[in-house]
């Protein structure tokens, strides 16, 4: 049978290249040989608050510093109008009442028409995206002192037109903290508005989290996501979303993690803290950037359900970023840390019996969400975070044995400290090991190859974050270019094929805002308005999109294809649709072609899809032109259980072809 397939090959090929040739030219696809059942988190997303990826991103709050409780109090906010005298405007303290939320900003109007005195609040980066009759939800909480103010609340463009406005006339008297809220419609659009309210009258009215929302937020929800946003991440139907890092897990100390309890609850109770991106490099400074959590763990959960995707909260093990201050808690004083590891899971999972549980359930979610993997620490390594990590195991594995534990093996996936890491989580049983790689394309085409030695037995690989960078030269979304793009593809048919041993991997950071990023590059690129995916996205999507069920050997001249004349391969079967997927890298400068010769299924289509993802090396998507490097995708036509595929020069290709 075997003999037979490979003699229809050689019989098709002859026609492109001489028979000596043919055992080097044809990729043998034998979809009777499996290499391992395709774990259905296989390709996922690496969501974290950095770039402006939560705050000031995909939660669609714009009012920057709602609550007064930046470093700077009144950051984001100005003052306008001449009937503004000194100490009209006071930044006052709760503390003792409102330890989350201490502050808030109170008004002594007197005698002020509207546009006589009043605030103006600058948005997140570069000001507020508006669009044409949409409308938008502008809401806050108040105290009246002494009743008798009006708000008056508009949109204005950068030349001070008004975009849209609305009137809140404070209802509640009895002195007390009430929440209101006026919706009103923008009757055009700009990309940098600005949001002011005016105060008519006499009076003395306190003030906090003051919010503006759009009304077209993800699924309609109330004080929600940006939809536009989270699409980008629905249409890669991602196996996995991991959150809510990376190092903001981390914290720059301690006081810094970040801590899930204080992320649940009404949004006024969540307490801010910095975002420790806010000054992680000198040469990219976001005194702006803070966390408040108004998108928080619960949040991130329904984000995992809505999309499909697994849930895959990362906890902080005891452990700042040991790149900065590298705390420590002592191994005695773990308990709260590992706590607050269990009642995670029991907030996901239990029941409206259980304490946790019971807090989901207050917050809309009967239903558990069906956490089955949780991360301990971030980017920790040495053998304090072995000591933490196995504290943790124990503890977790005693009362929620099912729950897949993720641990990190550090930065540098060549290192000694990556070696000891690796050794150590094998010996204690570790589920999974959680693999970081941001390298040059050089490194991802050799290591293509990386995981064709692991051991298949023992701990799964998360390929947890991962990005090809380009020359240092090279900034911001221009390190997006299909050169990095081209070389995670062929890395990723590396894990594809070792899908045995990889049950898990996701490209890092997920999004970026054009005018407030710290780190490149990115997946996805934002500004307030519009969202373009890059090179990196389309190739991310092509994987997940059609990961298949099973790894099947796709072999040229008896090998897995893996940077032979600078081409990389991989396959696998869709079972749910009985369907063969070949995916194909190449890296050479110019066209080749290849026979696939497809054995161990009984009949094929006549018709293949066949996509193509193409371009020059230093090609890349921009916002204004989006499409620069997008897949292509054509009919082929098959002879027999054989295709003959023309792969262009620096090109991702991919077939797919109907089995019966
Ligand atoms: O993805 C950006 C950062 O890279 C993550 O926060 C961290 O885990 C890694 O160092």
Redesign the pocket.
Same mark, same amino acid.
């Given at each position: 049978m075997k003999y037979k397939s490979n003699l229809i090959a050689l019989l098709i090929a002859g026609t492109f290249f001489s028979a000596s040739a043919q055992q080097q030219e044809v990729i043998v696809v034998n979809a009777a040989k499996s290499e391992g059942k395709i774990s259905p988190t296989m390709w996922g997303v690496?969501f !974290?608050d950095?770039n402006m990826g939560a705050d000031g991103g995909i939660y669609a709050e714009m009012v920057k510093n709602r609550s007064f409780e930046f470093l700077k109090p009144m950051m984001g906010w100005s003052v306008k109008g001449d009937k503004i005298r000194e100490g009209d405007l006071l930044v006052l303290n709760r503390q003792d009442a409102h330890l989350a939320n201490p502050r808030f900003l109170r008004a002594s109007i007197k005698d002020a028409a509207k546009g006589q005195a009043g605030l103006t609040n600058e948005g997140f980066k570069g000001g507020m995206g508006i669009k044409k009759d949409l409308e938008y939800e502008f809401s806050l909480m108040y105290r009246q002192q002494n009743p008798g103010i009006t708000l008056h609340v508009e949109l204005v463009d950068e030349q001070n037109n008004v975009l849209g406005a609305g009137v809140l006339k404070p209802a509640d008297v009895s002195g007390k903290w009430a929440k209101q809220e006026v919706n009103f419609r923008a009757t055009s659009a700009a990309v940098k508005a600005k949001f002011n309210i005016w105060f008519e009258g006499n009076g003395v009215l306190d003030m906090d989290m003051i919010s503006l929302f759009p009304a077209d937020t993800w699924k309609g929800r109330k004080k929600g996501m940006r939809a536009d946003m989270i699409q980008m991440l629905a249409d890669m139907k991602p196996g996995f979303i991991r959150f809510p890092?990376?190092?903001?897990v981390e914290g720059i100390d301690l006081a810094n993690r970040y801590q899930w309890k204080k992320t649940i609850g009404p949004i006024e109770d969540r307490q801010l803290i910095m975002n420790r991106w806010n000054v992680e490099f000198a040469h990219r400074p976001s005194p702006d950037y803070f966390q408040t959590f108004g998108l928080g763990f619960f949040e991130y959960f329904q984000l995992a359900e809505d999309i499909g995707a697994e849930p895959l909260p990362i906890l902080n093990c005891g452990m700042a970023c040991q790149y900065n201050t590298a705390e420590l808690v002592p191994l005695d004083q773990l308990d709260p840390y590992i706590q607050d590891a269990l009642d995670l899971i029991e907030f996901a999972n239990g029941d409206a019996s259980s304490e946790w549980g019971k807090v989901r359930v207050s917050m809309g979610h009967a239903e558990p969400f069906n956490l089955k993997y949780l991360g301990v620490g971030? !980017?920790n390594w040495g053998p304090q975070y072995i000591e933490r990590a196995k504290a943790f195991q124990k503890a977790i594995k005693a009362k929620y044995p099912k729950i897949n534990l993720i641990y990190s093996s550090g930065?540098d996936p060549d290192s000694e400290r990556f070696h000891f890491l690796d050794k150590e989580l094998r010996t204690i049983g570790a589920d999974i090991i959680d693999e970081?790689y941001?390298r040059s394309p050089e490194w991802f085409l050799k290591n293509a190859s990386r995981y064709d030695s692991y051991d298949r037995k023992g701990a799964k690989v998360f390929a947890g !974050?991962y990005a090809a960078h380009i020359d240092g030269k090279t900034v911001g979304s221009n390190r997006n270019v299909w050169q990095a793009a081209i070389a995670e593809a062929a890395f990723m048919t590396g894990l594809e094929r070792n899908a045995a041993v990889v049950n898990m991997a996701s490209y890092?950071?997920l999004f970026a805002n054009t005018e407030g990023w710290q780190?490149a590059p990115d997946l996805i690129w934002v500004d307030n308005l519009s969202v373009y995916g890059t090179p990196n996205y389309y190739i991310q999507k092509l994987f997940s999109i059609n990961k298949g069920t099973q790894a099947t050997s796709a072999l040229a001249g008896g090998q897995a294809l893996s940077g032979q004349q600078g081409l990389y391969a991989s396959a696998v079967l869709n079972d749910l649709n009985n369907e063969v997927i070949v995916k194909m890298v190449n890296t050479n400068e110019t066209e080749q072609t290849r026979q696939v010769a497809f054995e161990g299924i009984k009949k094929l289509a006549t018709d293949g899809s066949l996509t193509i993802v193409k371009g020059n090396l230093r090609d890349r998507n921009t916002m204004e032109n989006p499409s620069v490097i997008v897949p292509v995708e054509s009919i082929l036509k098959l002879k027999g259980k054989n295709a003959i595929i023309k792969l262009p020069a620096n090109s991702f290709v991919m077939l797919k072809v109907k089995y019966k």
């Open positions: 690496f !974290e950095i890092g990376g190092c903001i971030n !980017e930065t970081h941001y !974050e890092a950071p780190w």
